[in-house]
Nanobody, 124 residues
Framework: QVQLVESGGGSVQAGGSLSLSCAASGYSGYYGMGWFRKAPGKEREGVAAMDSVGRIWYVDSVKGRFTISKDNANNPLVLQMNSLKPEDTAMYYC???????????????????WGQGTQVTVSS
């Protein structure tokens, strides 16, 4: 059974850093995993994603500030967020897909498993 367990998040002042972690179980072989976020009044958007063959994707607004990583199949997916801005405030969700190839890592429809979400709040 697939399970995604998120941790991290919290509140920080602008310019600060936070780290999100997503532990996944139930995947074998090829997979794709990523982070999405939803701010009040906005659509859920992709933030960063990667797959098991080394492809990585970032939304333009976080390039150079956020880093997604996953050392191996058994380690959690980590999103290191630096130089945070108030506009990064949102609920962040871990997403995953096992089996079928993830053609578009940044598209929410790519993923069929989702975590419960963790809040990130950045104050100015």
């Amino acid at each position: 059974q697939v399970q995604l367990v998120e941790s991290g998040g919290g509140s920080v002042q602008a310019g600060g850093s936070l780290s999100l972690s997503c532990a996944a179980s139930g995947y074998s072989g090829y997979y794709g995993m990523g982070w999405f976020r939803k701010a009040p009044g906005k659509e859920r958007e992709g933030v960063a994603a990667m797959d098991s063959v080394g492809r990585i994707w970032y939304v333009d607004s976080v390039k150079g500030r956020f880093t997604i990583s996953k050392d191996n199949a058994n380690n959690p997916l980590v999103l290191q967020m630096n130089s945070l801005k108030p506009e990064d405030t949102a609920m962040y969700y871990c997403a995953a897909r096992g089996g079928g190839y993830c053609y578009d890592l940044g598209r929410r429809q790519t993923y069929n498993d989702w975590g419960q979400g963790t809040q990130v709040t950045v104050s100015s």
